[in-house]
């Protein structure tokens, strides 16, 4: 399913990515329509948190390019760069947040650093993201003071605070009970749908998978490319590969590995 | 087509109302300016009702939407709240994302101010509990040690040799420098006044009997505690805070056993040579000095060998043994008692090097007294 250059918001072309001259992916290419939830698989060291740092600009790649918004994240430079980078947001797995701010001062300081705004609407507009994620009322808690899955939720504010059209979340679920997987999948979906926010979540959890992400790419350990893109539901139930259907129905094979 | 750049209007309807009409971009670039324009248009403006027409809206983000919402709230008109009209669904989307007065009410409120009697019983509790703390370890590393001297085969030697390697061995250049500078500055401070007296010889004397007693061995376990209490805190308090220590736990592996009594031993162990060789290299430094102000080379060695004495060298080494016990002990204590999170590694380190330069302070300070009054 090809998307048009001008639905394009993330276009990853012919990218290869590595250490220290070892190749671990190469020939990277498909493309994240606006609004979309997007998902990059893999099992793990597949390279799909490596591809998630090279999309977010922490990881050059060693070659081709990254289009984020029209714009190569690899190739801008300075004032330029400051703004691409606040044009999106990301969730890390662990959350990330620092733990010397209370939970509205970490979702305050995309806010404190970037806008004009007067304190207290900056404390109004941070307390609106931290409501869309059901937290306000723990605004003045510490992150040490909040489950798992809270911190999730905080960071995912924290990470829209500025109103980035992309959000990038490494791994939402990973870590979280099946009940607060569901509720962390549940908020993005309904976050991406109603703001229209571009969502590229890098994942192995199944159930979130099949529940939030509309179309998917699958990298291989072996082949060191994508061998799978489409609807997850597709992958599962209409692909040949065998190596996929081994993803999605979590056979293990000799080695003992669940995944391709 | 590019939006619009921002524009407000403020104008009266036929039926009197006040009406504030948006156009453009509103987001976080161009919040400000429109602002400025509305305090600016309301200030004087008497206000009974008002409507808020959006229409000519194109685009905006959260930050915009604030000024929408403050004026829907009546901020900026003195109380009288507003009805927007005509907003676009994806920024009616956003302006409905803000919390509703209930909600903002429901927000904790930030801790209350503690006042002085309660800080201080605080305090007092927080020391009682600390005291405990600390005797307990001490117990517990005693017995540590106490297993490890039974069971020899089960305590990691191997740990013990990188810890000799890297708070001894790695710590020689920062102490040749400290020390060697020590000396050499001592020396050159004593000069001049020893000069008007003509005793410039007796600056041997000085650094010799500084350098053994104190200096050699302070200098020491300050270098110790800087560089190696310091790393045994954030080592721990890393372990700590990534489940390692739970983990060694669980397993039924004592962490004293594991990881601590293989610091303090190693610590004890190399301190009294790290301590004589920054004796030596402090007054090496001293010699320096001497020597650049016309001393021989024999005068300088006699006079340095005159007034070195053995008993004094003794009691710096006998020092720098509790020293090195003591560095280790309270770096690997704080490690062990870390809270969680970053900022809680980094509070362990200030801790463990604090409390261990009090620590030793204190202890060469009874050692002085004790040595006045056994007479030496």
Do not use: W
């Amino acid at each position: 399913m090809s998307v048009r250059a001008e639905d394009a918001t993330v276009v990853v072309d012919e990218v290869a990515l590595g250490y220290d001259g070892t190749i671990i992916q190469r020939d990277l290419s498909f493309s994240v329509r606006r609004g979309e939830v997007f998902g990059i698989l893999g099992g793990s060291g597949s390279g799909k948190s490596t591809l998630l740092r090279a999309l977010i600009g922490l990881h050059p790649p060693l070659g081709g390019r990254i289009l984020l918004e029209g714009e190569d994240i690899s190739a801008v430079q300075g004032a330029a760069r400051g703004r691409l980078l606040r044009r999106f947001g990301v969730m890390y797995q662990s959350g990330a947040l620092f733990g010397s701010l209370t939970v509205l001062e970490n979702v305050r300081l995309p806010l404190d650093e970037f806008t004009d705004l007067e304190p207290e609407e900056k404390d109004l507009v941070a307390l609106a993201k931290l409501d869309q994620v059901g937290l306000c009322t723990a605004a003045r808690k510490l992150p040490s003071q909040l489950s798992g899955g809270m911190q999730k939720r905080v960071a995912i504010a924290r990470a829209m605070a500025l109103d980035p059209g992309i959000l990038f979340l490494d791994e939402p679920s990973a870590g979280l009970d099946p009940i607060i997987s569901a509720d962390i999948d549940a908020l993005i979906c309904r976050l991406s749908r109603r703001f229209c926010i571009t969502s590229v979540i890098v994942t192995h959890e199944l159930p979130s998978i099949l529940a939030i992400i509309d179309r998917c790419v699958l990298l291989d350990i072996d082949a060191r490319t994508i061998i799978a893109e489409g609807r997850p539901v597709d992958l599962r139930d209409h692909s040949t590969d065998p190596r996929v259907r081994r993803f999605f129905r979590r056979d293990g094979d000799e080695s003992g590995r669940a995944v391709p | 087509m590019l939006p619009l750049p921002p524009a407000v209007e403020v104008r009266e309807d036929a039926q009197g109302a006040t009406v504030v009409a948006l156009r453009g971009e509103l987001d976080v670039g161009t919040v400000s300016r429109v602002r400025r324009e509305l305090i600016a248009q309301l200030a004087e403006r008497p206000v009974r009702s008002l409507e808020i027409d959006a229409t000519g809206l194109e685009r905006g983000d959260m930050s915009g939407m604030v000024i929408l919402h403050q004026l829907r709230s009546g901020v900026f008109t003195r109380g009288v709240r507003g009805r927007v009209l005509g907003l676009r669904p994806e920024l009616e989307n956003l302006l409905v994302a803000f919390p509703s007065e209930e909600t903002l009410r429901q927000v904790e409120a930030g801790p209350a101010p503690v006042s002085v009697p309660e800080e201080v019983g605080a305090a007092t509790l927080s020391l009682a509990r600390d005291a405990r703390v600390q005797i307990t370890f001490l117990g517990s590393v005693v017995q540590a040690l106490a297993t490890a001297a039974r069971t020899p085969r089960r305590t990691r030697f191997a740990e013990l040799v990188r810890v000799f390697d890297t708070a001894g061995a790695n710590a020689l250049p920062l102490v040749t420098l400290v020390s060697l500078l020590t000396g050499f500055v001592i020396a050159f401070e004593s000069v001049e006044p020893l000069a008007r007296f003509g005793a410039e010889i007796y600056i041997a004397d000085t650094i010799g009997t500084a350098m053994t007693r104190e200096l050699g061995p302070i200098m020491t376990a300050i270098v110790l505690a800087g560089r190696s209490g310091t790393a045994f805190a954030a080592e721990l308090g890393t372990m700590k805070v990534n489940d390692e220590l739970d983990a060694l736990e669980t397993m039924g592996l004592d962490p004293i056993r594991f990881l601590v009594i293989q610091r303090i031993a190693a610590c004890t162990a190399l301190t009294p040579l790290l301590t004589a060789y920054s004796m030596a290299a402090g007054i090496a430094g001293g010699a320096i000095v001497m020597r650049a102000v016309g001393f021989t080379p024999a005068a300088i060695r006699n006079e340095l060998a005159a007034s070195i004495l053995a008993s004094d060298v003794a009691f710096g080494i006998g020092k720098s043994l509790l020293f090195g016990a003591l560095v280790a002990a309270v770096g690997c204590q704080r490690g062990l008692e870390t809270g969680r999170g970053a900022i809680a590694v980094g509070r362990s380190a200030t801790r463990a090097v604090v409390a261990s330069i009090v620590l030793i302070i204190l202890v060469d300070a009874l050692f002085a007294v004790l040595a006045f009054v056994l007479g030496k």
